[in-house]
């Protein structure tokens, strides 16, 4: 039986309102971040040189769901994850 990968990025709190943290896992380097609407599929932001941790501040961000892929340096998607925004 393979083992489930453990999530490579920790984000929280989840459902958020103001902001949200995301913490890389172990020594993950990751290019890139971007987060799009759930339903809508528009892109709402795009981070490059990602690493360690970031806040991200959700006032632009409408109530409702949210969609994140994470990117190495080719931009392939190494995860894909979901957050809420309630306001």
Do not use: C
Not at 48 to 77: E, K, T
């Amino acid at each position: 039986e393979p083992q489930p990968t453990p999530p490579m990025v920790r984000m929280y709190p989840n459902p958020a309102t103001t902001y949200i943290q995301f913490e890389m896992t172990g020594n993950l380097r990751a290019a890139g971040i971007n987060i799009y609407n759930g339903v809508m599929g528009k892109k709402m932001l795009a981070m490059s040189n990602v690493s360690g941790q970031m806040r991200i501040n959700l006032s632009d961000f409408p109530r409702g769901l949210y969609v994140y892929h994470l990117l190495n340096a080719n931009g392939q998607i190494l995860e894909v994850g979901k957050f809420q925004v309630s306001k």
